[in-house]
Nanobody
Framework: QVHLVQSGGGLVQPGGSLRLSCAFS????????MAWFRQAPGKERAFVAG????????YYGDSVKGRFAISRDNHENTMTLQMSALKPEDTAVYYC????????????????WGQGTQGTVSS
């Protein structure tokens, strides 16, 4: 059974940086496309970034392009989201997700989810 465990997050001032990690176990990591989603209070879960099985193709939501970077290490079975130039509107619970096959931007198409981690941007 695939299991995703997240780490990172926390509180940062506007303009600062945060790094999120997602550790994968229970399967062959390179069989899975991975993604990050986020959910702010009162809002639907939204696509942040996605990465294909070998890391050659990455995708970003419009609001984070140029500020966030997704990466993966198929030897270490980990995925990372480096978030920079953070804004208060980036405040949300962040989730990593995985699915067999190709990357998708809809959360309902992902089978496996991390536990979620809070990222707060505030002065």
């Amino acid at each position: 059974q695939v299991h995703l465990v997240q780490s990172g997050g926390g509180l940062v001032q506007p303009g600062g940086s945060l790094r999120l990690s997602c550790a994968f176990s229970g399967g062959t990591f390179s069989d899975y496309a991975m993604a990050w989603f986020r959910q702010a209070p009162g809002k639907e879960r939204a696509f942040v970034a996605g990465i294909n099985w070998n890391g050659e193709n990455t995708y970003y939501g419009d609001s984070v392009k140029g500020r966030f970077a997704i990466s993966r290490d198929n030897h270490e079975n980990t995925m990372t989201l480096q978030m920079s130039a953070l804004k208060p509107e980036d405040t949300a619970v962040y989730y990593c997700a995985g699915r067999p096959g190709g990357t998708r931007s809809k959360p309902e198409l992902y089978e496996y989810w991390g536990q979620g981690t809070q990222g707060t941007v505030s002065s």
